[in-house]
């Protein structure tokens, strides 16, 4: 059952170590939503598991006291590179995502990422620009970058 998203309750926090069972489940559980992976990840199923050295560089954003998705965002050659963008099923085309994307623009200039091809609209609507791809343990992927400078996204 899809649950609605009020901006008044939603919190966006550091990831806590208390966190990585939580946050290794959406992980999993969002990447699975994707049908046409499941054997992808049937025949790599350590690509299903989070790799918790990214907790310094995780956002949260938990709705009533649940996490509702994450982001992981690490400082790479003066940008920042966006390794993780997941969301709970639940919460799943709520605006979740999109308030995660906004938070981490509050840190920096620019913000590049691989994209999951299923992901492109998602980031396009955020502002981000394809610039390439990139070869990945999975296939190519769309790289894609954000100049939080001109794109328009509400920093406040």
């Avoid at 966190?19 to 994707?34: C, E, H, P, Q």
């Avoid at 990840?41 to 996490?67: C, Q, S, Y």
């Avoid at 990139?134 to 970058?145: H, L």
């Amino acid at each position: 059952m899809k649950k609605t998203l009020h901006s008044s309750n939603l919190i966006i926090r550091n990831a806590v170590f208390d966190d990585i069972g939580l946050l290794r489940d959406v992980y999993r559980r969002a990447s699975l939503t994707v049908e046409e992976d499941r054997d992808l990840f049937a025949a790599h199923p350590e690509w299903l598991v989070w790799d918790d050295k990214m907790l310094p560089f995780t956002r949260v954003a938990v709705v009533n006291g649940r996490i509702a998705g994450f982001a992981s965002a690490c400082p790479v050659n003066g940008c920042l590179e966006l390794e993780d963008l997941f969301t709970d099923p639940e919460w799943m085309r709520q605006g979740v995502a999109m308030a995660l994307i906004k938070d981490i623009a509050r840190r920096g200039a620019r913000i590049e990422v691989t994209a999951s091809p299923r992901a492109v609209r998602l980031y396009e609507a955020a502002g981000f620009i394809a610039n390439g791809f990139a070869n990945t343990e999975g296939g190519p992927a769309p790289r894609m970058y954000l100049d939080v400078t001109r794109a328009g996204l509400d920093r406040n």
